[in-house]
C-alpha cells in the first residue's frame, strides 16, 4: 500500500481589508496545501475560522495611524507571528501584505521558507511600505499593474488576482 503524499505547508497571511479580500481569491489553491491563515482579528473576518475550521490564526489589529500605541501592537505582532512560524512551520509563505504581513515574512526568510508576496491592486503606481521592504528577498514578487514593472524590475506581473 502506498503512503499518501505529504501536503506542502503553505501558509497565508495578511492585514485585514481589501488584503485580505485578495489573499482570499487565491482560495482555490488551500485545498491543494496544508495551508493555514493568518489575519488581524476584526468583528469583521472573526467568521473565518467558521469557514476554515483550525486553519486561521489572528494577530492584534493596529494601524500605523495610531502613533502612540501602534509600535506596541507591533511588537506583539512580532512575537506572535514566531509563535505562529514554529507551531505552523510553513515552507512557503503567501502575502498580499501589509504591515501584519512584513514580520512572518521576515522570521520566515530567517528559517529558509519561500516567500511569495503579491502587491496589492490599490497600488497601480505607488510602492507599499510592507512591499518596499520584502521585494529585496522575496522569492517571488509579484505586481498586478503592469506599470508597476517600473518601480519593481525584478518583479514578475501576474495580472489581477480579481
Given at each position: 500500500m502506498a503512503k499518501k503524499a505529504k501536503k506542502k505547508?503553505?501558509?497565508?497571511?495578511?492585514?485585514?481589508?481589501?488584503?485580505?479580500s485578495e489573499m482570499l481569491?487565491?482560495?482555490?489553491?488551500?485545498?491543494?496545501?496544508?495551508?493555514?491563515i493568518i489575519t488581524e482579528k476584526?468583528?469583521?473576518?472573526?467568521?473565518?475560522k467558521d469557514k476554515?475550521?483550525?486553519?486561521?490564526?489572528y494577530l492584534v489589529y493596529g494601524t500605523?495611524?495610531?502613533?502612540l500605541t501602534y509600535p506596541f501592537k507591533l511588537l506583539y505582532n512580532c512575537f506572535k507571528s514566531l509563535y505562529y512560524y514554529i507551531k505552523i512551520r510553513?515552507?512557503?509563505?503567501?502575502?498580499?501584505?501589509?504591515?501584519?504581513a512584513g514580520p512572518m515574512c521576515c522570521i520566515g526568510k530567517i528559517f529558509r521558507s519561500k516567500i511569495i508576496y503579491i502587491e496589492t491592486l490599490a497600488n497601480s503606481n505607488t510602492k507599499t511600505s510592507t512591499?518596499?521592504?520584502?521585494?529585496?528577498?522575496?522569492?517571488?514578487?509579484?505586481?498586478?499593474?503592469?506599470?508597476?514593472?517600473?518601480?519593481?524590475p525584478k518583479a514578475t506581473y501576474g495580472g489581477w488576482i480579481y
Open positions: 505547508k503553505v501558509l497565508f497571511i495578511s492585514s485585514t481589508g481589501g488584503h485580505l481569491r487565491l482560495s482555490p489553491m488551500f485545498e491543494k496545501y496544508d495551508y493555514h476584526t468583528k469583521s473576518n472573526l467568521s473565518l476554515y475550521p483550525k486553519r486561521v490564526g500605523k495611524r495610531r502613533f510553513p515552507k512557503v509563505i503567501i502575502t498580499t501584505g501589509t504591515h501584519t512591499g518596499k521592504l520584502i521585494y529585496h528577498f522575496a522569492d517571488l514578487f509579484i505586481v498586478q499593474w503592469e506599470d508597476m514593472l517600473e518601480l519593481y
